[in-house]
């Protein structure tokens, strides 16, 4: 069993910060990429940032430049630093992962999500 737990939502100001953490864990024998997406009220869910094992990033246009994906492998963890947030990145962020298990299998998992609300 793995899961994953966000944590740091909540509520801020336009042009304010905030930074999203994700912790991973059970039978977790290796982590391949792991990401944030996020999605708004009736919209799809979309990718904001991920991140390889070796630190290799890749941004969504709406976020690049503002937002910084960092992980630590030594203790399953990923971050999400939001700078300059704007109303329209309002949203329910959820973390994913690419875990192998110890029963040698690759799976994708997903954390329950944590609100972002933007207010202008």
């Known amino acids: 069993q793995v899961r994953l737990v966000e944590l740091g939502g909540g509520l801020v100001q336009a042009g304010g910060s905030l930074r999203l953490s994700c912790a991973a864990s059970?039978?977790?024998?290796?982590?391949?990429?792991m990401g944030w997406y996020r999605q708004a009220h009736g919209k799809q869910r979309e990718l904001v940032a991920a991140?390889?094992?070796?630190?290799?990033?890749n941004y969504a246009v709406a976020v690049k430049g503002r937002f910084i994906i960092a992980r630590n492998n030594g203790n399953n963890m990923v971050y999400l630093h939001m700078l300059n947030l704007k109303p329209e990145d309002t949203a329910v962020y959820y973390c994913?992962?690419?875990?192998?298990?110890?029963?040698?299998?690759?799976?994708?998992?997903w954390g329950r999500g944590t609100p972002v609300t933007v207010s202008s």
């Open positions: 994913n992962a690419d875990v192998l298990t110890y029963n040698s299998t690759w799976n994708n998992y």
């Open positions: 059970g039978s977790i024998v290796s982590l391949n990429d």
């Open positions: 991140i390889s094992p070796g630190g290799t990033t």
